[in-house]
């Protein structure tokens, strides 16, 4: 019965991100208000601190996991060098074992001014057994989903740093003939374009810090997954606004408060052309158009669109810089997909890697595929590794 459930679910996952029509007469939608992607996980936060924060990562301090939410900030970086893996298990309340993600990243500092960053996001849905409406089986298929992507960061003045980044995707749900369409891998490139303003400043009598982030990500080519080169999917093109602000209380403690905004900038979907192509009508949009248009293409105008926006908000508080106590909310409009959960965690830091642990509470009766999952990051400072810095110190607190 679970593996039944499993390979169940798993199938309406992919039939819902590859989104084709397999028979000849047209379905009508009227207002279908969730935005549904292709590759859906590359908005999946790939790392524990992130993760243990509602999300938000747009504005909060740099470090080697800053590719996937703003690669700006690696300008500003203390370190010189820093590589983070992760390891994140998906829908282990399930007792699923083999469906996972993982997120290698890291950035090194050319000089002062400017840096390059490299990351490599691999989510592997396990193996499952596609069946006819019989039972009779018919397939054996291992789905799977990767992103490379290349970032090169630089300073343009003491308080503003840029970025660009290219990457290439790859999704591989299903192969061979399946309902009637001869399914094949699909892959994609795209491109990100970050922005970091910091200050240092008084906050209460205290020295703080100011950090304001903007990310364009996931702006690229969109994506099939059949012969039909005119029924492609978008990728999930994403506009994401941030601000953080650091306050240290003491020579010991320091606050974080952080706060993200994002929203998805592709057409909402609304209606099917039932008269021509039998394709969907926001398919055929083009991709710079339904970037532009996603601003006021909500089939229920202004209020639908302020829906369409997903908030974190997340707090970090570090003790000397070695320990520290995270927790965020993560908001999702009931008609445009429900997320809305808690999340909490903890990091420590050495002098040569540190260690990042989320957890999520959901608030809504959405099951979320990280329902009771702990989440692991390790994060190692490369620079710390030359002959003249290590020594017998460099492993205590």
Same mark, same amino acid.
């Given at each position: $019965?679970?593996?039944?459930?499993?390979?169940?679910?798993?199938?309406?996952?992919?039939?819902?991100?590859?989104?084709?029509?397999?028979?000849?007469?047209?379905?009508?939608?009227?207002?279908?208000?969730?935005?549904?992607?292709?590759?859906?996980?590359?908005?999946?936060?790939?790392?524990?601190? =992130?993760?243990?924060?509602?999300?938000?990562?747009?504005?909060?301090?740099?470090?080697?996991?800053?590719?996937?939410?703003?690669?700006?900030?690696?300008?500003?970086?203390?370190?010189?060098?820093?590589?983070?893996?992760?390891? #994140?298990?998906?829908?282990?309340?399930?007792?699923?074992? @083999?469906?996972?993600?993982?997120?290698?990243?890291?950035?090194?500092?050319?000089?002062?001014?400017?840096?390059?960053?490299?990351?490599?996001?691999?989510?592997?849905?396990?193996?499952?057994?596609?069946?006819?409406?019989?039972?009779?089986?018919?397939?054996?298929?291992?789905?799977?989903?990767?992103?490379?992507?290349? /970032?090169?960061?630089?300073?343009?003045?003491?308080?503003?740093?840029?970025?660009?980044?290219?990457?290439?995707?790859?999704?591989?749900?299903?192969?061979?003939?399946?309902?009637?369409?001869?399914?094949?891998? !699909? /892959?994609?490139?795209?491109? @990100?374009?970050?922005?970091?303003?910091?200050?240092? $400043?008084?906050?209460?009598?205290?020295?703080?810090?100011?950090?304001? &982030? $903007?990310?364009?990500?996931?702006?690229? /080519?969109?994506?099939?997954?059949?012969?039909?080169?005119?029924?492609?999917?978008?990728?999930? =093109?994403?506009? !994401?606004? &941030?601000?953080?602000?650091?306050?240290?209380?003491?020579?010991?403690?320091?606050?974080?408060?952080?706060?993200?905004?994002?929203?998805?900038?592709?057409?909402?979907?609304?209606?099917?052309?039932? *008269?021509?192509?039998?394709?969907?009508? %926001?398919?055929?949009?083009?991709?710079?158009?339904?970037?532009?248009?996603?601003?006021?293409?909500?089939?229920?105008?202004?209020?639908? *669109?302020?829906?369409?926006?997903?908030?974190?908000?997340?707090?970090?508080?570090?003790?000397?810089?070695?320990?520290?106590?995270?927790? !965020? %909310?993560?908001? *999702?409009?009931? #008609?445009?997909?429900?997320?809305?959960?808690? #999340?909490?965690?903890?990091?420590?830091? %050495?002098?040569?890697? !540190?260690? @990042?642990?989320?957890?999520?509470?959901?608030?809504? +009766?959405?099951?979320?595929?990280? +329902? +009771?999952?702990?989440?692991?990051?390790?994060?190692?400072?490369?620079?710390?590794?030359?002959?003249? #810095?290590?020594?017998?110190?460099?492993?205590?607190?």
């Amino acid at each position: $019965m679970k593996k039944m459930f499993r390979n169940t679910l798993l199938i309406a996952a992919i039939l819902t991100a590859v989104q084709t029509v397999t028979t000849a007469q047209a379905i009508q939608i009227e207002k279908v208000n969730t935005i549904i992607t292709a590759v859906p996980f590359l908005r999946i936060a790939p790392d524990a601190r =992130t993760g243990a924060m509602g999300d938000v990562g747009i504005a909060i301090s740099p470090d080697a996991q800053s590719m996937w939410a703003n690669a700006s900030k690696i300008a500003f970086a203390e370190d010189d060098m820093s590589v983070a893996v992760t390891y #994140t298990p998906w829908l282990r309340a399930l007792a699923l074992r @083999d469906v996972y993600l993982a997120y290698l990243s890291g950035y090194y500092k050319l000089d002062d001014q400017q840096a390059i960053g490299l990351s490599l996001r691999y989510f592997d849905l396990g193996s499952i057994q596609f069946t006819n409406e019989n039972g009779d089986p018919l397939i054996t298929a291992n789905p799977r989903e990767y992103e490379i992507t290349g /970032s090169y960061a630089r300073k343009l003045s003491d308080k503003f740093s840029g970025a660009v980044g290219l990457k290439f995707i790859y999704s591989r749900l299903a192969e061979g003939n399946f309902g009637n369409q001869n399914f094949k891998p !699909g /892959s994609a490139v795209g491109g @990100d374009i970050s922005m970091t303003y910091q200050d240092d $400043m008084k906050v209460s009598g205290y020295d703080s810090r100011l950090r304001i &982030g $903007m990310a364009l990500s996931n702006l690229g /080519s969109r994506i099939t997954y059949t012969d039909n080169s005119e029924n492609r999917d978008f990728i999930p =093109t994403n506009l !994401g606004i &941030g601000g953080a602000l650091e306050m240290d209380i003491d020579e010991y403690n320091t606050l974080v408060f952080a706060l993200d905004v994002n929203k998805l900038m592709v057409p909402t979907p609304d209606t099917i052309d039932v *008269e021509q192509d039998g394709i969907l009508d %926001y398919k055929q949009v083009g991709t710079v158009d339904g970037l532009f248009n996603s601003f006021g293409d909500a089939p229920g105008g202004g209020s639908e *669109e302020f829906k369409e926006l997903m908030f974190s908000v997340g707090f970090e508080y570090w003790y000397n810089k070695q320990f520290a106590v995270r927790a !965020g %909310y993560y908001y *999702e409009a009931e #008609t445009k997909g429900n997320r809305q959960f808690f #999340t909490t965690g903890i990091g420590l830091k %050495y002098n040569v890697f !540190g260690i @990042d642990i989320s957890y999520l509470v959901p608030t809504t +009766n959405i099951n979320n595929p990280l +329902n +009771n999952t702990l989440r692991f990051t390790l994060v190692f400072d490369m620079a710390a590794f030359a002959p003249e #810095t290590v020594n017998a110190s460099s492993f205590k607190y």
